[in-house]
């Protein structure tokens, strides 16, 4: 069971591969300024992953007319991650966790995906400016895709 609405946030520092290098992601550099938006994924370059994270990136704009900045999680080195979003042209913060640390702070690890390993389920988080939970979804099976309707419709009632 992920998270529940309501709780406090697990605050993390992750990795992300940027033009410029590798750089730090912290969720709690939004508080007092932006809701959140956290989604995770399993891994990159499978299809379900690719079409989650390529329209979202298209949707992109609603997010921020709703007051909100978007990370993406999996447990894909940042070096994948990059060359994954540029072959698809996402344009989310991609963060790595690689160690699983943040996903097991959200328990949304998802045990031996398709016999490989643990993974991050699918699951998405609305976090409100003070770092409390204000929607928490995982999705019954990883094939399956949050509720993106529930999600603005929260950050809609924050904004």
């Known amino acids: 069971m992920p998270i529940p609405v ?3 946030a697990p605050d993390f520092t992750l990795k992300s591969k940027t033009a410029s290098g590798v750089a730090d992601v912290k969720l709690s550099a939004n508080f007092g300024q932006k809701n959140t938006v956290l989604l995770f994924f399993p891994l990159a370059f499978t299809s379900v992953c690719t079409t989650e994270m390529c329209d979202q ?5 609603e997010y921020e007319q709703l007051g909100a900045n978007v990370i993406a999680v999996s447990v894909d080195s940042p070096f994948a991650q990059e060359a994954w979003a540029k072959q ?3 344009k989310l913060t991609l ?4 160690n699983k640390e943040v996903t097991k702070k959200y328990d949304v690890v998802f045990p031996m995906l398709a ?6 389920a699918r699951a998405a988080f609305v976090i409100d400016k003070s770092g409390i939970v204000q929607y ?3 999705t019954p099976t990883p094939k399956d895709l949050p509720n993106f309707q529930a999600i603005k419709s929260t950050l809609a009632k924050l904004k």
């Open 57 to 61: 990136t298209a949707g992109i704009g």
């Open 6 to 8: 309501g709780s406090k």
């Open 88 to 90: 698809n042209n996402i």
């Open 136 to 138: 928490s979804e995982q």
């Open 95 to 98: 963060a790595s966790d690689l």
């Open 115 to 120: 016999g490989v390993g643990d993974t991050a």
